[in-house]
């Protein structure tokens, strides 16, 4: 076991101003092996991989390679010892070629050389069976295969240790497939593969032990195949199972729901076929089906995010006109878009600061929300929603996933809406905050608000709402409640199978 050691980790110590980072952490890599390395937002997953990316500097610990003591002074020493990272958001140049992606920032990348490397690229693609060409643009590629380059990148600069930090949160069922046939092959080729991700389905299909992280301490490493998925859960989040049994049947997603408070006939925009629409006071419903099947352009048309082109809109029963985003919000509408990061959050600002955004939006900038009344807003959402930060003014792009979605629905509690729209709030955070973030959206709906769900996890809608509008490329093909309301019949429906 020791001779197969690639990585040790021991004692892994970091802290920031008034927070404890990681707390003596361990964590090891083997030879040959997918390792996923799991936890909820906060957990320290992220701090970790900085500290063995040079990202960070640890405060305590030591970490060895091949049972050498290293240190890691930043990501291009990282990268020269053999350490290399692929992340969610593709970190290359679209506008460049698959080759000179691959090499570009290398010593020996001459661009006179270009014929040649271009060969060389081909070669490694060929061998990882990529599907690309090393002479095509990489924006061309579909984003699994970017995201497959960069691999190939790393495995050319002779990687030890590859680190994939949520590589499928973007990709279909297909691609998922494509890109752990590509982790198999390097596993069998020796490279010890970190894997982080939020789908605990594909860490059981593809990972050979987990390391679970809690609160910036080690919870402890399993074999894969040792520890049942609930187990995990339980584990993650620090709560016993029959708590989580508990907590799932308490929930009441079916109480009756009031009068229809919004209602659209024929609504289209520039990204969205003619449809028709309505919930109901403290109704939770939501649009299900396959990636590209027109839900978020559903939506985005209900908020007028994108240009209107057609259609008649009510609220309440009277007709209302609402054509872009200020429309919707003053007809007490709000929309967590389903990009954080394009959409939702200014990284630079503050906790505070983007937390009143909208309220201040609504206001008008020439109605300055009052600092103090800021500060009490801010610190008032930050207990309610439990978010996980130094303080109300740390800039909200150092914070996790989890607690930079937290901040977002902050946003919109704040200007107590009448109706949420709420497009994928659970995608790419871990499993306490997915269940916080779903009694929330319960508890509104048992406060009148009306909410619109969507989630690529059909059984986190089955529990979350009372009517599921099921589409396929761009058009409602059925609407499910009731006893209908099960995932046999979603995939029927999505499939073609309900008339």
Avoid at 53 to 58: A, D, N
Avoid at 172 to 180: A, H, R, S
Avoid at 235 to 256: F, N, P, R
Avoid at 324 to 347: Q, V
Wanted: negative net charge; charged residues 25%; aromatic residues 6%.
């Amino acid at each position: 076991m020791q001779d197969n050691c690639l990585l040790q980790m021991r004692g892994i110590e970091k802290n920031f101003p008034g927070v404890r980072a990681l707390g003596g952490v361990d964590f090891t890599l083997r030879k040959g092996e997918i390792h996923a390395l799991m936890g909820e937002n906060g957990a320290g997953k992220s701090t970790l991989i900085k500290i063995l990316t040079g990202v960070y500097q640890m405060d305590g610990g030591e970490i060895s390679l091949e049972g050498n003591k290293v240190s890691i002074r930043s990501p291009q020493d990282a990268q020269m010892k053999g350490i290399s990272t692929v992340y969610q958001e593709i970190t290359l140049c679209p506008n460049l070629t698959v080759a000179e992606n691959m090499y570009i920032g290398r010593e020996d990348s001459a661009w006179v050389k270009h014929k040649e490397y271009e060969k060389r690229a081909g070669a490694i693609l060929d061998s990882l069976g990529i599907p690309a060409r090393s002479s095509q643009q990489l924006g061309d590629c579909s984003l699994a295969v970017q995201q497959m380059v960069a691999i190939a990148r790393a495995v050319d600069m002779k990687c030890k240790v590859l680190i994939l930090d949520e590589p499928t949160s973007s990709l279909d069922d297909k691609e998922v497939n494509m890109l752990f046939d590509l982790m198999k092959d390097l596993k069998s080729q020796g490279v010890g593969i970190i894997f982080v991700t939020h789908f605990l389905e594909q860490v059981y299909e593809v990972s050979d032990r987990i390391t679970v992280l809690r609160n910036g301490e080690l919870v402890g490493e399993y074999l894969t195949e040792e520890l049942p998925q609930v187990e995990l859960v339980a584990k993650m989040i620090g709560k016993e199972l029959d708590e989580l049994s508990a907590l799932s049947e308490s929930e009441d997603k079916d109480h009756e729901a009031g009068e229809v408070f919004y209602e659209a006939k024929n609504l289209s925009s520039s990204d969205a076929l003619p449809f028709d629409f309505s919930i109901r006071k403290g109704e939770v419903n939501g649009f299900t089906g396959l990636l590209g099947s027109g839900r978020s352009e559903s939506v985005r048309a209900i908020f007028g995010a994108d240009k209107v082109s057609g259609g008649t809109i009510k609220i309440k029963g009277d007709p209302v006109k609402i054509t872009k985003p200020i429309d919707a919000m003053k007809n007490g509408i709000g929309y967590l878009a389903e990009d954080r990061k394009r959409d939702g959050i200014i990284a630079e600002l503050s906790v505070r600061e983007n937390i009143i955004l909208a309220l201040q939006v609504m206001n008008g900038f020439f109605k300055p929300i009052r600092r103090s009344e800021a500060e009490a807003f801010a610190d008032e959402y930050i207990k309610v929603l439990n978010i996980k930060t130094a303080s109300r003014e740390t800039p909200v792009g150092s914070l996790s996933g989890g607690n930079q979605q937290k901040v977002i629905l902050a946003r919109w509690l704040l200007t107590h809406p009448d109706y949420l729209i709420l497009d994928e709030p659970t995608r790419g955070i871990d499993v306490g905050t997915k269940l916080e973030i779903q009694k929330l959206v319960l508890k509104l709906a048992e406060e009148g608000v009306s909410v619109t769900f969507i989630s690529s996890e059909v059984e986190e809608m089955l529990r979350t709402c009372s009517r599921l509008i099921v589409m396929r490329d761009r058009h409602i093909v059925g609407e499910l409640k009731g006893k209908d309301l099960n995932q046999a019949q979603v995939m029927k429906t999505i499939a073609g199978g309900e008339s």
